[in-house]
């Protein structure tokens, strides 16, 4: 691996959204962050140009800009199955619209990745309209991504490997990859992450360093998010792996518990001290 892999990042935000503030990241020194989408009064050329300068300064990079939606809930799985990303047909057409105009955001901060959680892509099998449909707006975003020169990064968690290997290869498009966040498999309980990992590890090409502990009945009730090390995920196991599979981005951690800023800043500060140990020992 080369002398820049494996940059430590944070999932951060502009105005009130997942991630941590951005001057959160300033004082914890990272090189690199993932930026939630702002509202879209924020998506501006203005705001885009002012953002930019802001981390120009900072000495932080931007790697990839998330899409979020209003209305989505993760106060269960399925709450969250029926609200969250662009499957949910009632907001499907006007969600699919507004990730559109996220990657134009993102092209203005001149991120190439563009990512999301596309919600519970429904079994070819069981539901097969269903998922034509899901395939078809997948196709017709990571067009517009083509468009914008990016990528488009799904993130894991909601299916399983098989099943999200089987729905990339079905969407059919060269743009199209994986965010890859261990911990989302343990909270949806839809497999083992190391497992999943090496399964889908030639479409990774962005990561989330998150921790969790399985529930009592995986798939039916939630995991628990912990602090990183914390969990069951094994982190030494899991950048092992990212380092067999040939990855060399950017570990991006998520904390998410926005409700207590000063305790999340502090165990975001306590991974990033984690992973760089991790990485010492690991790259050398």
């Known amino acids: 691996m080369n002398n820049n892999a494996w940059e430590i990042g944070v999932f951060s935000s502009i105005d009130a959204g997942l991630g941590v503030a951005l001057d959160v990241a300033g004082t914890l020194q990272v090189p690199t962050i993932q930026l939630h989408a702002p509202s879209q009064a924020v998506r501006t050329k203005k705001h885009a140009d002012d953002f930019l300068a802001k981390i120009a300064g900072m000495g932080i990079r931007l790697t990839a800009v998330f899409g979020g939606f209003e209305g989505e809930s993760y106060a269960d799985i399925p ?11 009632e907001t499907r057409t006007a969600r699919l619209t507004e990730m559109k105009e996220i ?4 092209r203005m901060l001149h991120c190439d990745v563009a990512a999301l959680h596309l919600g519970f892509v429904p079994h070819a099998d069981e539901h097969p309209d269903e998922y034509a449909q899901i395939v078809d707006i997948t196709q017709e975003l990571t067009e517009h991504c083509r468009l914008n020169n990016q990528s ?17 290869q079905d969407v059919d498009r060269d743009n199209l990859f994986i965010n890859f966040d261990p911990a989302n498999m343990i909270l949806y309980g839809t497999g083992n992450p190391i497992e999943a990992l090496q399964q889908v590890g030639s479409y990774v090409r962005s990561v989330h360093c998150k921790d969790a502990k399985w529930a009592a009945n995986p798939g039916q009730e939630w995991g628990a998010e912990v602090p990183l090390g914390e969990g069951d995920v094994g982190m030494k196991d899991y950048l092992t792996t990212l380092q067999e ?3 060399q981005g950017p570990l991006t951690i998520e904390r998410e518990i926005p409700q207590e800023p000063e305790r999340q800043q502090a165990e975001i500060g ?5 992973l760089k140990e991790l990485r010492a020992e690991l790259l050398g």
Request: hydrophobic letters at 50%; a negative charge.
């Open 245 to 247: 599979i040939g990855y």
């Open 270 to 274: 306590h991974a990033v001290g984690l």
């Open 103 to 106: 990657c134009d955001f993102a």
């Open 79 to 89: 709450t969250t199955a029926a609200t969250v990303g662009l499957v949910p047909l």
């Open 152 to 168: 488009l990064h799904l993130e894991t968690g909601q299916e399983s490997a098989e099943h999200l290997l089987r729905f990339i």
